[in-house]
């Protein structure tokens, strides 16, 4: 069967919008967490937004990766 360029990018697309919904929800509770207990507890530490959330998600992704390899012998 062949796909149209249509439906190609309509499927582009809807993978982008999906990978943004998915990247707010994983990194709202890090926003959440971080302006509604850090900022009030630690002096000189500002708000964080979005984006800056997002990229603490990203950064302790590759920080603490599980290096364990789930092979059977």
Do not use: R, Y
């Amino acid at each position: 069967m062949k796909m149209n360029i249509s439906t190609a990018i309509g499927a582009f697309v809807a993978l982008v919008i999906f990978a943004i919904v998915l990247g707010f929800l994983l990194s709202w509770p890090i926003m959440w967490l971080w302006n509604n207990a850090l900022v009030g507890a630690v002096d000189g530490v500002n708000e964080i937004g979005w984006l800056q959330a997002w990229g603490i998600n990203i950064l302790c992704g590759f920080l603490f990766k599980s290096s364990m390899s789930k092979t059977k012998e």
